[in-house]
């Protein structure tokens, strides 16, 4: 974890309530890449906020050498105080939080080379930011994963060309049919082959994936708690598992299928 | 009983920052409260934690506790609550994983926080941790240098500020964990008392050595959407900055009302504040919530102690916890 002080680059809005941002990394620019943080898909950052005395925990969506990507929704004050903020702008980041999705795990990827994996990713609503980086990454490797994005409404879809930029197949649902296919992620899971399961949603989408999912197929799923820290010292955000208690910000935000307990 | 270790940064000739606390020796006199910074480890990853004068660790029950449901935290204007109810993986394991963990990168007596549901609860958790000390004990270098009652969390069903909120209830388990250790006994008090000068002198008769002011203060959140509490506790314990004046209160009272040193904590966040709870008589200060929000917050306000002592004329900081105790 490291404490920075990152610059706003860019802040754009991308549906209603939802905001992108791309921050620049303190070094950026510097010859020096010693200095480069790896980051995995599906870890977050934890933003300080001017009047706000928690900070924010915003999954990370993309990263390149120098900048990082957010996505955020709106949802209260401190985070629409977030969305008015300019480019040139200063935020105080802990990051990269949290354990991130584990690609060694995604199907038969690399270590079976007759078939090629299959990674389904499924992103609902705020969910669907670190999907993206998961995306890229898993095409990067060579991988050719299929997505389903699941919004409430037309006026809520953001990133579907981008997922498709990448060169995945995307699915779109919304729950009233006003965009891509009407209903939930899990109604359109039925007609598509995946050998591995990638998951970042609300709960209840999430426990809806893992039920209609082949109990066979490995798994990855993202979740969200209000938290104290973000690093582990408070116990603010803590699970059960079926392997005890586990701290969603530094053995989560991602778990294993096989662990979760609903 | 003074562990001899090397000074992180050197205090500049003119700043004393060192305190005595109970007899024990500190280089300065902030410490982590506990619960706010675990058993040390994910702060020790970041800095070297033997800048701190100590800290008080993760409140530690006889059994592992997996403590409320979630959401356990709500933010407030200029602070936090919680409802994490000890969650804690239980004294034995404490020893067995979290002690020789901490030996590595913690060489100074660190504060055990204790509780339980019953006197019996505090006084089993005292006894196995005087008993995994004893070795370092005997060669005067113990690990654990005080042990800190916990009778002011306000998350747990029973035990906890149940004790605290009443002077025999406090006195006896104050009593219960005394007779079970040698090394100084602090009482951790609530705030959520009518008279708290009334609570630590029971705790100061029933033999504590020392009182820590204050714990959270119960408080609420109600979701405006759904109308419902935010905490699944619906209640949970406050602080952060918003309760610094309730805890130097608490402070000033209690220095006048006993004889036995009082840590101050509560909402303490600079350097500026460890100055002004001493001077309501602290012997010493615990830095709580600050930690979760900057995790280097006690490592800025401990090197930002030297400045702010020059600024406002003060030479050492023992002098000025001794002038205010007697004033």
Known sequence: MKNDIMTIQSQRRLAEGTYEMILQLPHAGAQDTRQRQPVLPGQFLNIRLEGCYLRRPISICDWREDTLTIIYKTVGGGTTKMSRMQPGEKLDVLWPL????????????????????????????????????????????????????????????????????????????????????????????????????????????????????????????????????????????????????????????????????? | MVRET???????????????????????????????????????????????????????????????????????????????????????????EELPALAEVFHKPVMANVCGGCPEDYAEVTEKLEIADAQNEAQGLPQIGWIEVNISCPNVKSGGMAFGTDPKAAASVVRAVRQKTKKPVIAKLSPNVTDITEIGRACEAAGADGLTAINTLLGMRIDLKSRR????????????????????????????????PVIGCGGISSAEDVLEMMMAGASAVQVGSANLVDPYACKRIIEELPQAMKQYGIKALRDLAAQAQVR
Do not use: H
Not at chain 1, 189 to 201: K, P, Q, T
């Open chain 2, 229 to 260: 509490p935010v905490l699944a506790n619906t209640m949970g314990g406050f602080s952060g900055p918003a309760v610094f004046p309730v805890a130097l209160r608490a402070v000033y009272q209690l220095c006048r009302a006993v004889d036995i």
């Open chain 2, 6 to 96: 090397t000074p992180a940064t050197v205090p500049t000739a003119a700043a004393d920052t060192a305190v005595t606390l109970c007899g024990i020796e500190m280089t300065n006199p902030v410490m982590a409260a506990s619960g706010t910074f675990g058993y040390g480890r994910e702060f020790a990853a970041l800095y070297d934690i033997d800048l701190l004068g100590s800290f008080s660790f993760k409140g530690t029950t006889p059994k592992p506790r997996f403590g409320n449901e979630t959401p356990r935290i709500a933010e407030c204007t200029e602070g936090m609550l919680n409802s994490v109810g000890l969650q804690n993986p239980g004294v034995d394991a404490v020893i067995a």
């Open chain 1, 98 to 262: 949290g354990n991130g999705y584990d690609l060694s795990r995604c199907g038969k990827a690399g270590s079976d080379s007759q078939s090629a994996a299959c990674p389904l990713l499924i992103g609902g609503g705020a969910g669907v930011p670190p999907m993206y980086g998961l995306c890229r990454k898993l095409v990067g490797a060579g991988v050719q994963p299929k997505v389903i994005l699941g919004f409430r409404s037309a006026a809520d879809v953001f990133y579907r060309s981008e997922f498709e930029a990448l060169g995945a197949e995307v699915i779109l649902t919304t729950e009233d049919g006003s965009a891509g296919t009407k209903g939930f992620v899990t109604d359109v899971m039925d007609g598509i082959r995946y050998d591995s399961l990638f998951a970042c949603g609300p709960e209840a989408m999430l426990q809806a994936v893992d039920e209609k999912a082949p109990a066979e197929v490995p798994g990855q799923m993202s979740f969200e708690r209000r938290m104290g820290c973000g690093f582990g010292a408070c116990m603010g955000c803590s699970c059960r598992t079926k392997y005890g208690s586990k701290r969603i910000c530094v053995e989560g935000p991602v778990m294993e299928r096989s662990e979760i307990v609903w």
